[in-house]
Structures are given as structure tokens and as C-alpha cells.
């Protein structure tokens, strides 16, 4: 594990710490804020709710996993409004997990990752009418799977919010 953190950090990622698959409790209060569509891509996109599976599903789906990788991108804003930035680092991070979600899935074929945000692989997912392009690299976001990031950060010991005018995306990997 120690190797995996050290390789998320020069992979550029801010923070890395170990993640403990027993401590991500699926809830199903999360599923109904994306049920909502406050983000409108419910129903839009095979890696959201409900293409991407129910809770018995998902927990089903990630039972053979035991352990995993937290990772983060933090910035600093020069206010709370200091969109660029918002956006930068968001995009940072998506970039980052992709190429490290592919350079794991060498080691671990089975690596199942849950980035931040949803997936943007494509410029228009094709759900419903057309399979996933990307069945191999397309992935949910944490919330998706019904998960709370910050109670997931908290329970693995690494900060969620790290003080006034921060942005920090957060993404994990889980492996067998």
C-alpha cells in the first residue's frame, strides 16, 4: 500500500491514503439527492443512477474488494467564487485518475475506480439507446454508488475539507 500511495503522490495527486472497503456504507439518502437531478445526469448517463445499478447491486458489485486507495486534488481559491480554479482542479483530477486508472489496471485487472464528479469520458454518453463506448474506463462518481465522501474521508482517517477558500475533489480505487 505504501507503494500505491507514493505512486498516486508523483502521479500528481495531492493526498493519498489507504481505503478500507469495510468503511463505504452505501446509503440510500444519497441516491435520492441524485434521484432529484440537482446535477441532471439522472437518467443521462450509464455511470449514474439508475444505468449504473441499485444499492443491492452495487454492494454486490464490490464485495470481492477488501482494500483500496483514496485520492485527492486540492487548490487554493483566491475566493469561495474563484470558478477557474473550481474548474482546473476539477479537471486536474479527472485527468490524474484516468491515467492512474489505467497504469493500475496493469497490476489489477479487476481495479474498480469511483472518481469525482460524473463520467465525461464522451462528449454525449449514449444511455439509453446505445451501449457504453467505454465499458473499461468509464466511471462512476463516489455519490453515485450512494456514498458520502466526506463520511468515506473520515472514516479512512484523511481530511475532507482543508479550510476557507479550498477546493478539493476526491476519487477512489478499489483492488483486490
Known amino acids: 500500500m505504501e507503494a500505491l ?7 500528481g495527486f ?13 446509503r440510500t439518502e444519497v441516491r435520492d439527492m441524485c434521484a432529484a437531478n440537482r446535477c441532471r445526469l439522472y437518467g443521462k448517463s ?10 443491492e447491486e452495487l454492494t454486490a458489485r464490490m464485495s470481492g474488494y477488501t482494500t483500496g486507495l483514496i485520492v485527492q486534488t486540492t487548490a487554493k481559491m483566491e475566493d ?10 476539477g479537471d486536474s483530477q479527472k485527468r490524474k485518475f484516468l491515467l492512474f486508472a489505467r ?6 485487472p479487476e481495479l474498480f475506480a469511483l472518481t469525482s464528479g460524473g463520467c465525461d469520458l464522451c462528449e454525449a454518453c449514449g444511455y439509453p439507446d ?8 468509464a466511471m462512476p462518481s463516489m455519490e453515485a454508488f450512494g456514498l458520502v465522501v466526506s463520511d468515506v474521508c473520515a472514516a479512512n482517517g484523511i481530511p475532507y475539507y482543508y479550510g476557507p477558500q479550498t477546493i478539493t475533489y476526491t476519487g477512489c480505487y478499489l483492488v483486490t
Open 80 to 89: 469561495d467564487f474563484d470558478y477557474e480554479v473550481m474548474r482546473s482542479a
Open 103 to 108: 497504469a493500475l489496471r496493469a497490476e489489477y
Open 46 to 55: 450509464w455511470m449514474c443512477p439508475p444505468a449504473c445499478g441499485s444499492l
Open 130 to 137: 446505445t451501449p457504453c463506448r467505454h465499458p473499461g474506463e
Open 14 to 26: 495531492t493526498n493519498a491514503v489507504p481505503l478500507h472497503v469495510s468503511t463505504l456504507a452505501l
Open 5 to 11: 500511495i507514493k505512486r498516486a503522490l508523483e502521479a
